[in-house]
């Protein structure tokens, strides 16, 4: 029997699946790695640091007493504030009848962890929001030792410009803060400007940046460029403002400046209540499978004077 294209047409699949299941891309997280993680909090959901200021200098006359000040004092309250879930199931008729029912299936507890980490890095980054967690305050300067520490990016329309990088620095040695381990992060559009700034890319003529470091101080990590002594990298989730400080309106992304020399100076603070952690079982009455991971954290601005924020325009990307 002769067989062709007509008489087998039966025979053809008119359509072929793969074995194989398409993934959304997803992007590296790194904002975990410059909080400062508490470890002495055992039990409870509040914690309390003790804060102690300088020591005062007076003007002594001899024979006379001394003035004895006493050092000034205050507490810095932290709350355990979010109780975090997510669940997924599958029936046991879709198990027996979904030929992916197993990639399905084993998607579920990773997929669960990556939205549990998504939403952390989302809390971190937003303390720099304004206004919530004992940061800083929206539409303000914020100004510290008298130097701004909330403020709009200079650039055309503002957008970021080389010398905003110049200010946040300026604005942490104001500050006190060490000059070591300086960290920026910034959202892709600002990358974006940065790279096509002719006194960034025009290398020949400019070697001052001329270098790239090619591994962060922690893996995941995407950095660009060391610009004023900031190891500068790129985030998706950074905070949305929409501000005005001293009559220029930015609404785009709250970028971020600090330094990150050791674990006791960083901005943020957080603790774990409950690490991530996986339940599953079959639901009898429902005849599925079912699986949550569930945690429980808090998070808070620690040091608002290790924190400068440059509210940059999105839009003239």
Same mark, same amino acid.
């Given at each position: 029997?002769?067989?062709?294209?007509?008489?087998?047409?039966?025979?053809?699949?008119?359509?072929?699946?793969?074995?194989?299941?398409?993934?959304? &891309?997803?992007?590296?997280?790194?904002?975990?790695?410059?909080?400062?993680?508490?470890?002495?909090?055992?039990?409870?959901?509040?914690?309390?640091?003790?804060?102690?200021?300088?020591?005062?200098?007076?003007?002594?006359?001899?024979?006379?007493?001394?003035?004895?000040?006493?050092?000034?004092?205050?507490?810095?309250?932290?709350? &355990?504030?979010?109780?975090?879930?997510?669940?997924?199931? &599958?029936?046991?008729?879709?198990?027996?009848?979904?030929?992916?029912?197993?990639?399905?299936?084993?998607?579920?507890?990773?997929?669960?962890?990556?939205?549990?980490?998504?939403?952390?890095?989302?809390?971190?980054?937003?303390?720099?929001?304004?206004?919530?967690?004992? *940061?800083?305050?929206?539409?303000?300067?914020?100004?510290?030792?008298?130097?701004?520490?909330?403020?709009?990016?200079?650039?055309?329309?503002?957008?970021?410009?080389?010398?905003?990088?110049?200010?946040?620095?300026?604005?942490?040695?104001?500050?006190?803060?060490?000059?070591? *381990?300086?960290?920026?992060?910034?959202?892709?559009?600002?990358?974006?400007?940065?790279?096509?700034?002719?006194?960034?890319?025009?290398?020949?003529?400019?070697?001052?940046?001329?270098?790239?470091?090619?591994?962060?101080?922690?893996? *995941?990590?995407?950095?660009?460029?060391?610009?004023? *002594?900031?190891?500068?990298?790129?985030?998706?989730?950074?905070?949305?403002?929409?501000?005005? &400080?001293?009559?220029?309106?930015?609404?785009?992304?709250?970028?971020?400046?600090?330094?990150?020399?050791?674990?006791?100076?960083?901005?943020?603070?957080?603790?774990?209540?409950?690490?991530?952690?996986?339940?599953?079982?079959?639901?009898?009455?429902?005849?599925?499978?079912?699986?949550?991971?569930?945690?429980?954290?808090?998070?808070?601005?620690?040091?608002?004077?290790?924190?400068?924020?440059?509210?940059?325009?999105?839009?003239?990307?």
């Amino acid at each position: 029997m002769a067989m062709n294209t007509s008489n087998s047409a039966v025979l053809t699949r008119s359509e072929v699946w793969s074995t194989q299941l398409k993934e959304v &891309i997803q992007d590296e997280l790194m904002a975990q790695s410059w909080v400062n993680w508490l470890s002495e909090f055992p039990d409870g959901d509040q914690f309390t640091i003790p804060s102690i200021g300088e020591s005062t200098v007076n003007d002594y006359v001899e024979d006379t007493s001394v003035t004895y000040n006493a050092l000034d004092t205050g507490e810095f309250a932290f709350t &355990i504030t979010e109780y975090l879930s997510s669940g997924s199931y &599958i029936t046991e008729k879709a198990r027996q009848d979904l030929f992916y029912a197993q990639r399905l299936e084993a998607a579920f507890v990773p997929s669960q962890a990556r939205a549990l980490a998504e939403k952390i890095e989302t809390d971190i980054l937003a303390l720099a929001a304004g206004g919530a967690s004992g *940061g800083q305050t929206a539409s303000a300067t914020n100004q510290i030792n008298g130097a701004d520490h909330r403020f709009v990016a200079t650039g055309t329309n503002e957008t970021m410009a080389v010398s905003d990088f110049a200010k946040a620095l300026y604005s942490l040695k104001k500050a006190n803060v060490p000059d070591t *381990g300086l960290i920026a992060i910034v959202d892709p559009s600002v990358e974006y400007k940065l790279n096509t700034l002719t006194n960034l890319v025009n290398f020949s003529n400019n070697p001052r940046w001329e270098g790239i470091v090619t591994s962060g101080i922690g893996s *995941g990590m995407k950095f660009v460029k060391n610009i004023f *002594g900031f190891d500068t990298y790129v985030s998706n989730y950074l905070p949305t403002a929409n501000e005005t &400080i001293t009559l220029t309106t930015a609404a785009g992304k709250a970028n971020i400046f600090f330094s990150a020399s050791n674990s006791e100076l960083l901005p943020f603070m957080g603790a774990m209540r409950q690490m991530p952690k996986v339940d599953g079982e079959f639901n009898k009455d429902k005849q599925r499978e079912e699986y949550v991971t569930t945690a429980r954290y808090g998070l808070k601005v620690y040091r608002p004077e290790n924190l400068v924020c440059v509210l940059a325009d999105t839009d003239q990307v």
